[in-house]
């Protein structure tokens, strides 16, 4: 889970724990990508499209999808965003989300 606002972050990574979840975070881009380099277990991703530091969230899905091409993405933000730099099956949430939207969507992506 990258997301650099916390209180939303430390919510939905409960949510997911909660629902069985394995979960990893990180508050920035730079520390995603340092993740995926570790060789940390990664099933898939869920990154808010505007990060503070210099990676957004775009730039983390396109890292991992040139590291681990198989790993699923979920993009959320609260503003528009642009479909044609999402990932081949990259899948965008709307802020405010529901945990119900988010867990539908992970669900789905991990069958």
């Known amino acids: 889970m990258i997301e650099d606002e916390f209180f939303l972050r430390l919510n ?3 949510c997911l724990q909660d629902a069985g ?3 990893v975070e990180a508050a920035t881009g730079e ?3 340092a993740l995926c380099n570790s060789g940390a277990s990664i099933d898939m ?3 808010d499209i505007n990060l503070g530091g210099s990676a957004s969230g775009w730039d ?3 890292f991992f999808r040139t590291v681990r091409p ?3 993405v979920v993009y ?3 503003k528009s965003h642009d479909a044609e730099r999402r990932v081949a099956g ?3 949430v709307l802020k405010p989300y529901r945990h119900s939207d988010i867990l539908e969507v992970c669900r789905r992506l991990a069958r």
Request: glycine share 8%; aromatic share 8%.
């Open 12 to 14: 939905i990574v409960s």
């Open 21 to 23: 979840y394995i979960v």
């Open 31 to 33: 520390e995603a990508i």
């Open 45 to 47: 991703i869920i990154t």
């Open 60 to 62: 983390v899905a396109e």
């Open 70 to 72: 198989d790993v699923p």
């Open 76 to 78: 959320t933000s609260g």
């Open 90 to 92: 990259g899948v965008f």
